[in-house]
């Protein structure tokens, strides 16, 4: 099992340096039904893997030119401020029984993996659909204005804070659409907010959980020798066809991760 944990880390990365986003998605189940942990510490150390791996991406991302700065901070400006208030003072406020209706008792463990099991399902329609398949044909300078994209970021960010994924599958749609930035480009930009938003994210953590800095830095190395890895399939696969495949998969995770949680 400990194994099979480990190679799903590695898909986390791969998924990250193919698509540049989808890879976060997967974090969280990899956390709390392949290596045990609790939900609620799961989206924490989700963060920084996330966050991490992501960096990494996006640094090697803009040696080549393909991160659009302006359009990071934009998006980011709103999104870090909202993760870094939901993680440091909303979370730690939600009780861990929320509700007993007949006996059965809702906590929020069960709330947060119900939650992420909707966001899968999203994430995979998105997916599916591929929306941002395909490059702008010109960029919008107009479009790329502060106050239009922050009730956007607001969102992203609370997705992250909430739930710890990345947001990638909401962010490149919007950056291709609403920015009109070319999709090498997006990619790139979408894993600089991810990591920005993920790491602060996890910044406001500190002092809320007891953290297994040895489990946390072997899993993200993992995760990023897998951001690799997916960087040089990228090369030789088309990725919109990946993308596709992938949205799939997530497809049926959700759909198990709501089931296991509610019925089963």
Known sequence: MELIAYLATAFI??????IGGGGSILTM??????????????????LFVVGT???????????????????????????IITVFITRKFILPSVP???LTINGFTITSALVTMVLFGALMLLAATSMIKDQGSQDAEKECKDCLRFFNLFGYGVGIGLVTGLLGAGGG?????????????????????SLLIIAL?????????????????????GITSVA??????GTIISKKIRGNQLKKGFGWFILLMGIFIILKEVII
């Open 169 to 189: 599958f909401l962010l490149i749609p919007a950056l291709v659409f609403l920015v009109k930035i070319p999709m090498k480009k997006a990619i790139g930009t």
């Open 53 to 79: 791996t992501s960096l990494v991406g996006a640094i090697n991302n803009y040696r080549k030119e393909q991160v659009h700065l302006k359009a990071a901070f934009f998006f980011g400006s709103a999104s």
């Open 29 to 46: 189940p990899v956390l709390v039904y392949l290596f045990g942990i609790n939900p609620l510490l799961a989206t924490s150390y989700s």
């Open 224 to 229: 990023i020798t897998g951001l690799f890895l």
């Open 96 to 98: 861990t029984h929320v």
């Open 197 to 217: 938003n993920s790491m602060i994210g996890f910044a406001g953590d500190l002092g809320h959980f007891a953290v297994n800095w040895k489990f946390l830095m």
């Open 13 to 18: 990365g791969i998924s990250l340096g193919l």
